[in-house]
């Protein structure tokens, strides 16, 4: 595709219960960020993939959180038992390479609105 | 650590005006400096970027960013602004090299509105 493709746009859930957020990065990069955006506040970076190397988690907020990401393409976000704080934007951003290739730039997608109610 | 501050959360101009978005940032460390747009229930886009080299950078749609290393800024300008310019902007920052450098650390984001 042209671009980061993210789905579903909108989710609306009620607390407690899971919910798993997409994101199909552009073809042929082989980093991912999710970063979330909750109202107000700038992005918070959550988990970042680069190829076949374990993955940097460091900004996942609990143990609810998850992600997995399956070679290069598709990853999922996973929030286990959501609660009211979890409403954020969730943003997946990718580049063709990360660090030290600085002319990478991240391409964003539209994100992930997502409410708890 | 590094950290970003966007001085105004909202800068409200009229159309044809000037603007200036301000952005400070704290590191113990050189680092890269990036503004991106938010357009309403878009992602992120790039608008510019300092690396290195001269400190004034142009980016697209007309805005430019002067970075000053003395003091720890890296304001956003446009000379004259239009209707479509109204959107959320963001500073950022990250690490040039080491273990984490493709992290960006993001301001909190000023909403700039362009009235008629």
């Known amino acids: 595709g ?116 | 650590a590094q950290s970003v501050t966007q001085l105004d959360s909202q800068v409200p101009v009229f159309e044809e005006a000037p603007v200036e978005l301000r952005c400070n940032y704290s590191s113990s460390v050189s680092v890269y400096l990036f503004w991106y747009v938010q357009y309403p229930n878009q992602g992120l886009q790039l608008l510019l970027k300092y690396l290195s080299g001269s400190t004034l950078v142009k980016g697209i749609n007309g805005f430019e960013a002067e970075f000053n290393k003395s003091q720890t800024s890296f304001h956003l300008r446009k000379p004259s602004v239009h209707i479509s310019d109204t959107a959320e902007y963001f500073c950022a920052v990250r690490l040039p090299r080491g273990g984490s450098n493709y992290k960006l650390t993001f301001g909190k984001g000023t909403l700039l509105t362009v009235n008629p």
């Open chain 1, 2 to 117: 042209a671009g980061v493709s993210q789905s579903p746009s909108n989710k609306v859930t009620e607390k407690g219960k899971d919910v798993e957020l997409r994101c199909d990065p552009i073809s042929g990069h082989t980093a991912l960020y999710w970063y979330r955006q909750r109202l107000g506040q700038g992005l918070e970076f959550l988990i970042y993939f680069q190829g076949n190397s374990a993955p940097d988690k460091s900004g996942l907020p609990s143990d609810r959180f998850s992600a997995e990401r399956t070679g290069e393409s598709v990853s999922t976000l996973t929030i286990q038992r959501t609660q009211q704080e979890d409403s954020a934007v969730y943003l997946c951003a990718s580049s063709a390479r990360a660090g030290v290739t600085y002319n990478s730039p991240l391409h964003f997608g539209n994100g992930t609105r997502l409410t708890v109610t």
